[in-house]
């Protein structure tokens, strides 16, 4: 008979979701044990966020030297050494490991290694050991899907692309939504030679069309190749690199193939279906406070349906901890969930785009300005293009808020207060934006907004 331990709380998967979760509950004076087959930190910091924008920050620097000349400042670039590169990033990672492990550990939450199963509504197996909760959390995460294909030597997913010890000569990249240009972005900045194949009319699908149409125009300055509209049939490879037929009979071909179309949830063969819990397309079905329905059982993270996003799982990790400890916490507006795309230009936005807006309350009920950063000093400054484009209901609050621009990433912000506290631009009367700053940009819409525009043209 297998021994069984007994928690309040008992989470499968320690990513952002699942580690945030049990500081929480730790915190809150809960026993916790944290079950985790890899290691702490999941995707986000081994596999996804972190180690990408070490890369993005060296693509940055790349490009800085590159250019550097045309501000007086000499200097030559001549490569990366993706040895040295690699070390960088992965220090990163360790040092950020290292803290998080600790700081588990020190909300005296258990960590269990190993890959678990649920067995019951309130029992998870894991190393032979049954594990009882009196809540139990799913946090098993997403994984990059692959349309069917083999992962190889050259056919990759981010997981691969992220541990290349040389930079690509050429690379053709599947799917132009957030993975695919940022990647993108970081192998042109090291030199290689990329296309873009995105099935849907534009970059980034999900962003306003505004956006999409700013991120092609600098795309294509960039050299960057893009093709929208374009359905991937078959990959060959061979010695020379792989040939990548689309659905127009056009052939591409690379030296390797990153397929970046998107994530799917880890949820199969856990136990979750025979334990009664609803799967739609694998991701698991949860009311608007995140149970499953079933007993005491919870989920959160990339598994839930929604934007899969690592400050999205840290939330309602948040939540559901709240939730178990009876501090019925507010329920998460997705709406307000803010979206940053780390490519260069970078894009930020929250809230609704354009089209949707109109959707929601008709086309005429809808008021939008741009304030372009041809007008921003400190954009100038960094020589990109870009804007700030607010998006308002009609004499009512802003419901989207949307950037594109070299660093604009850290403008989200603010961004994020003014649609989630449904912002009316005299709310921002008497408040100014500091001097010369990119963030001054958005002050800048506001005014527009409030129809006296202080640097633009009426
Ligand atoms: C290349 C890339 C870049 C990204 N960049 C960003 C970004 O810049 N910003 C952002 O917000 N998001 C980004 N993301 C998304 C972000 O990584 C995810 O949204 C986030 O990691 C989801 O957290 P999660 O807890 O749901 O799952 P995960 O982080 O996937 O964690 C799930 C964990 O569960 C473990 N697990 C699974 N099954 C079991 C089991 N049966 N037993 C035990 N353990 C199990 C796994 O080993 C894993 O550690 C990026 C993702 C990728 C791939």
Redesign the pocket.
């Known amino acids: 008979m297998a021994e069984q331990k007994e928690y309040d709380v008992v989470i ?8 945030a979760a049990a500081m929480r509950a730790g915190q809150l004076g809960l026993s916790v044990a944290l ?15 972190i ?3 070490a890369l993005l920050h060296a693509a940055e620097v790349a490009d800085e030297m590159r250019e550097s000349a045309t501000i007086g400042v000499q200097g030559t670039f001549t490569g990366i050494d993706m040895n040295a590169l690699n070390a960088y990033k992965n220090g990163v990672v360790d040092k950020m490991y290292k803290g998080l492990s600790g700081l588990i550990v020190s909300r005296k939450v258990e960590i269990i290694n ?4 649920l067995v019951s509504p309130d029992t998870i197996e ?1 190393n032979g050991e049954l594990i009882k909760g009196k809540n139990i959390i799913l ?6 899907k692959t349309i069917g294909q083999t992962i190889t030597q050259r056919v990759i997913t ?2 691969q692309a ?1 541990n290349m010890d040389t930079v690509p000569e050429s690379v053709i990249v599947l799917g132009g939504g ?2 695919g240009v ?1 990647f993108a972005s970081i192998w042109n900045s090291y030199g290689a030679d990329v296309t873009i194949i995105e099935g849907l009319e534009r970059l980034v699908p999900n962003e306003d069309v505004a956006v999409s149409k700013t991120l092609e125009r600098a795309f294509r300055k960039r050299k960057i190749n893009f093709k929208t509209n374009t359905l991937f049939e078959r990959v060959e490879e061979d010695y020379a690199g792989v040939h990548v037929y689309t659905k127009d009979g056009t052939r591409f071909d690379a030296q390797y193939l990153l397929i970046a179309i998107g ?1 799917g949830p ?1 949820t199969a063969n ?1 136990g979750y279906e025979e334990q009664g819990i609803t799967l739609d397309r694998g991701f698991v079905i949860t009311n608007e406070r995140l149970h499953t329905g079933v007993g005491n059982i919870y989920a ?4 839930v349906p929604g934007v ?6 840290f939330l309602q ?1 948040l939540f559901v901890a709240e939730e178990i400890a009876g501090l019925q916490p507010k329920v998460i507006d997705e709406n307000t969930i803010p979206r ?1 795309t ?1 490519c260069n230009p970078e894009i930020a936005s929250v809230g609704l785009t354009t089209t949707q807006a109109e959707e929601k309350f008709g086309k005429e009920n809808v008021e939008t300005v741009e304030f372009n950063l041809a007008g921003n000093g400190k954009s100038q400054m960094l020589g990109t293009t870009g804007f700030v484009k607010l998006v308002r209901e009609k004499d009512g609050p802003i419901v989207g808020f949307h950037t594109i621009g070299a660093r604009m990433g850290e403008q989200i912000g603010e961004g994020q207060l003014m649609v989630a506290w449904e912002a009316l631009p005299e709310d921002f009367a008497g408040l100014i934006h500091a001097h010369p700053s990119q963030n001054e940009s958005i002050g800048e819409a506001i005014l527009a907004l409030a129809g006296k525009p202080l640097h633009t043209h009426n």
């Open positions: 499968l998967g320690a990513g952002s979701g699942g580690y079950i985790e087959g890899d290691k702490v930190g999941g995707t986000c910091l081994h596999r996804g966020c180690p990408t924008k190993g890959w678990g199963k894991v946090a098993t995460g997403s994984t990059s981010s997981e992220l957030v993975i940022e994530r880890v856990f959160v993270g990339d598994i899969q996003l690592a400050h999205r799982g990790g940053v780390f």
